[in-house]
């Protein structure tokens, strides 16, 4: 069975620092994995999908990679801002278990100002 | 284009009774998902609707079903509720059956159950 975690489970960063979160999985036979962040009480907002076979996707200041055969992943923010403060959740696309989506706990990110 | 809707946003119910969700795809999105999430277990997946076919089905009891209707809105039903159930249910859309498609999550609906 496919498990998804995400470490650390909480980060406090002031504003300005570049930072990166975590992910991990431990099938790496996956369809893709997307990064998503979610504000308190609100749905998820996607961020950026990465295909099985591609290594990374960039969106702004945010740059994923994916290094499937190690089952890891990692969400790059660069020069961070209090409004990036959410909880940055990761899922990935199952090949086996009728292509299932997993999720992450998620990582609690809050950007001092 | 608008979002992924979800009605009601919040609804209290107590234990023994049933509920209806209801999901509004983004527009010309056939696929409708449903996760439940909550501090316990995170998000977990329900159910995968395509072209008002079930494709796929989480761990969950029988007590969570699901439809979709021509027009690719979703409903979810939760009958016998529990205190267990209380969680925020979401629904996401996207816009094919393929399984790289990107998903769109609605604002969720929090379910309180007493």
């Known amino acids: 069975k496919q498990e998804v975690t995400q470490i650390p489970a909480a980060l406090s960063v002031p504003e300005g620092e570049n930072l990166v979160l975590n992910c991990s999985f431990t099938d790496s036979a996956i369809y893709n994995l997307q990064w998503f962040r979610q504000d308190p009480g609100k749905g998820l907002t996607s961020l950026l999908l990465i295909q099985s076979s591609q290594r990374e996707q960039t969106s702004g200041r945010l740059n994923a990679s994916l290094d499937k055969s190690s089952g890891r992943s990692t969400l790059y923010i660069a020069a961070s801002q209090p409004g990036d403060s959410a909880t940055y959740l990761c899922a990935v696309r199952d090949s086996y278990n009728n292509n299932d989506m997993r999720f992450g706990a998620g990582t609690r990110l809050t950007v001092k100002p | 284009k608008a979002g992924v809707t979800q009605t009601p946003r919040y609804l209290i119910k107590t234990r023994g009774q049933q509920v209806t969700l209801s999901c509004s795809p983004i527009?010309?999105?056939?696929?409708v998902s449903w996760y439940q999430q909550t501090p316990g277990q995170g998000l977990q997946f329900l159910f995968e609707?395509?072209?008002?076919?079930?494709?796929n089905k989480g761990n969950f009891p029988g007590r969570f079903s699901g439809r979709q209707f021509s027009n690719s809105r979703s409903e979810m039903n939760v009958s016998t509720l529990e205190l267990g159930d209380s969680a925020l249910y979401l629904c996401?859309?996207?816009?094919?059956?393929?399984?790289?498609?990107?998903?769109?999550f609605g604002p969720g609906t929090r379910l309180t159950v007493l």
């Open positions: 609707y395509f072209s008002e076919t079930q494709r």
């Open positions: 996401a859309s996207s816009p094919g059956q393929g399984v790289t498609d990107t998903q769109y």
């Open positions: 527009s010309g999105h056939r696929s």
